[in-house]
């Protein structure tokens, strides 16, 4: 009986190690792939207790804000307007210099085919929240309307109002010789020379937040409607009004 050499044996360990060690890596890769599913569906168990925790807070914000807080609808009024310009002048050749009137020109026989419209007009709006809390404004523009044609448009700048608190805001309307066409120059003509008004209207929404402890709520819309009269002989206004529908939290 022969006794193995040291050579042989060496061999032997040469080969069988792999083998083992292949088995063992084996075993690793699939005793891991139960603990990596576990992993991932604890992290998506959290991830959807986060979110749930989430929306609870935003409701228990919202009731502290409608059941302590009591916010009321801020108002956003047109307290003053100021007429720097105004001229209506039709395009038709029958309108000469001594039927015009402070630049307007009488209503004649012939329709006009077009009317001109120059207008500078300062608006000042009075921002006023009775809130306990405060209140951004974003910015936001009016348009300026005749009969429904739009004329301009008046920016209004966004801006911060403290909790309690009164501000003016001021925007201006510049509009530089606006082609009114047939259908509006008539009545544009007979308004001005006539009965001596102009009657304009400034529509747009206005978006705002209320801030709670650093916080933001959504974003609410409030829509503005103003109704104004200039008189063209006096270049002054001689009627306003203005009302906000919307803006509630």
Do not use: W
Request: charged share 15%.
């Amino acid at each position: 009986m022969s006794i193995p050499s040291d050579h042989t044996n060496a061999h032997h360990r040469h080969q069988s190690y792999p083998v083992a060690d292949r088995r063992y890596r084996h075993y690793l890769g699939s005793s891991s792939s139960p603990s990596s599913s576990a992993s991932f569906k604890g992290c998506c168990c959290c991830l959807f207790l986060i979110l749930i925790f989430l929306a609870l807070l935003a409701v228990a914000v919202a009731l502290v804000i409608v059941l302590v807080l009591k916010p009321k609808k801020p108002q956003f009024d047109l307290q003053q307007v100021t007429v720097q310009y105004l001229l209506v002048a039709p395009t038709t050749p029958s309108a000469s210099p001594a039927s015009a009137f402070s630049g307007v020109a009488a209503v004649g026989g012939i329709q006009p085919a077009a009317a001109y419209l120059s207008l500078n007009i300062t608006l000042l709006f009075m921002a006023d929240n009775p809130n306990k809390v405060g209140i951004r404004y974003e910015a936001t523009a009016l348009d300026v309307m005749y009969r429904g044609v739009p004329l301009g448009v008046a920016m209004v700048p966004g801006f911060e109002q403290p909790a309690q608190s009164r501000r003016l805001v001021q925007t201006r309307v510049v509009v530089d010789h606006f082609n009114v066409l047939q259908a509006d120059a008539l009545d544009l003509i007979r308004d001005a020379a006539l009965n001596d008004r102009v009657d304009l209207r400034l529509t747009g929404d206005i978006a705002a937040k209320i801030l709670v402890l650093g916080l933001s709520s959504p974003r609410v819309q409030a829509s503005v409607d103003c109704a104004i009269v200039i008189s063209p002989r006096k270049q002054s206004l001689t009627y306003k009004q203005c009302g906000v529908d919307g803006l509630n939290f």
